[in-house]
């Protein structure tokens, strides 16, 4: 069972950065894309970015589009999402999460989940 633990979060100021990662256990990553999801309070969980098994081909939501890199390393089974000029909309939940079905920004095509961290932006 893949299992996956994100960390990174926290506060930070509009305009700032932040670097989140997620490492998984119990299984490779290399056959998974790999997907960046967040969820604000009394909000759905929406896309931000994907990653395919490769690495060679990556996706964007527009509000992450020119701010956020997402990034892995299959021989450390993680991956990264780099947020720059964090803005306070951003301020969500940030999941990570696995799908067996390719890259895609349907919640529904990732299988495995990991608990979320917490990334508040401050006006």
């Known amino acids: 069972q893949l299992q996956l633990v994100e960390s990174g979060g926290g506060l930070v100021q509009a305009g700032g950065s932040r670097r989140l990662s997620c490492v998984a256990s119990?299984?490779?990553?290399?056959?998974?894309?790999l997907g960046w999801f967040r969820q604000a309070p009394g909000k759905e969980r929406d896309f931000v970015a994907g990653?395919?098994?490769?690495?060679?081909?990556?996706y964007y939501a527009d509000s992450a589009k020119g701010r956020f890199t997402i990034s892995r390393d299959n021989a450390k089974n993680m991956v990264n999402l780099q947020m720059n000029g964090l803005k306070p909309e951003d301020t969500a939940v940030y999941y990570c999460?696995?799908?067996?079905?390719?890259?895609?920004?349907?919640?529904?095509?990732?299988?495995?989940w990991g608990q979320g961290t917490q990334v508040t932006v401050s006006s």
């Open positions: 990653i395919s098994w490769s690495g060679g081909r990556t």
């Open positions: 119990g299984h490779t990553i290399n056959n998974y894309a």
């Open positions: 999460a696995a799908s067996p079905r390719g890259l895609g920004p349907d919640v529904y095509w990732y299988d495995y």
